[in-house]
């Protein structure tokens, strides 16, 4: 069982450019994909950014590369700089891991999640 413990969310002003952390225990977390996606209620949950232990990422391209994903594997943490937020991308982020490559953005593929992180983005 590989947990995921998400951290760096909040209230935040429009334009500010926080960072959310993924970090994990697991001793081979460096193999996994891991995943951001992002929620919002009554909606699905939407996928922002990938990492593959080889460092290739892919992002969402809706959100205009305001986003940037990285992963520290001796700390074993994966992380989600967010630039220029606006009130629109208030929403639960959560990160995911998987053992494998491709399909990332399938909701459905990924193993472990953790509890998710609110960011609330103030006009």
């Known amino acids: 069982q590989v947990r995921l413990v998400e951290s760096g969310g909040g209230l935040v002003q429009a334009g500010d450019s926080p960072t959310l952390a993924c970090a994990s225990s697991?001793?081979?977390?460096?193999?996994?994909?891991v995943t951001w996606f992002r929620q919002v209620p009554g909606k699905d949950r939407e996928f922002v950014a990938a990492i593959w232990r080889s460092g290739s990422v892919y992002y969402n391209g809706d959100h205009a590369g305001r986003f940037i994903i990285s992963r520290d594997k001796d700390t074993k943490t994966v992380y989600l700089q967010m630039n220029s937020l606006s009130p629109d991308d208030t929403a639960v982020y959560y990160c995911?891991?998987?053992?494998?490559?491709?399909?990332?953005?399938?909701?459905?593929?990924?193993?472990?999640w953790g509890q998710g992180t609110q960011v609330t983005v103030t006009s």
């Open positions: 697991e001793r081979t977390f460096g193999m996994y994909a």
């Open positions: 995911a891991a998987k053992s494998s490559w491709g399909n990332y953005d399938y909701v459905g593929g990924y193993e472990y």
